[in-house]
């Protein structure tokens, strides 16, 4: 149960260490959260709990593919928001992109042999 509370904290630190240096720097908070942090502690949780290599490899390359499909989301964010489309609104689109776009990778990576 320890080890539970410790995953849950230090993950919540890291959001929330974004978010505060974000308000004060926002390209240093971009940068920050632009690292694979969340992804290098969920690696380290699996591998910590299972120590299985197979679970942390489909994990790793499960990651990667998942990652491109939600790129587009900081560009069309923005974007809208540029033209005065309301901050929910613009958030709302880039996820509905990104789910849009996650179905056509899994479809499109599937027909290659890859099963994420």
Do not use: C
């Amino acid at each position: 149960m320890a080890w539970y509370i410790i995953k849950i904290v230090l993950t919540a630190v890291v959001i929330v260490v974004v978010s505060e240096i974000s308000k004060r720097l926002p390209l240093l908070g971009s940068l920050i959260a632009s690292l694979p942090l969340i992804s290098v502690l969920g690696m380290i949780w699996i591998y910590q709990e299972t120590k299985d290599n197979q679970k942390l490899i489909s994990h790793a390359e499960g990651t990667f593919w998942y990652v491109l499909p939600s790129l587009p989301m900081f560009l069309v964010m923005p974007w809208m928001m540029k033209k005065g489309i309301s901050f929910y609104l613009s958030l709302g689109a880039g996820i509905l992109l990104t789910v849009i776009l996650y179905v056509i990778m899994t479809k499109l990576l599937s027909r290659f042999g890859l099963n994420i």
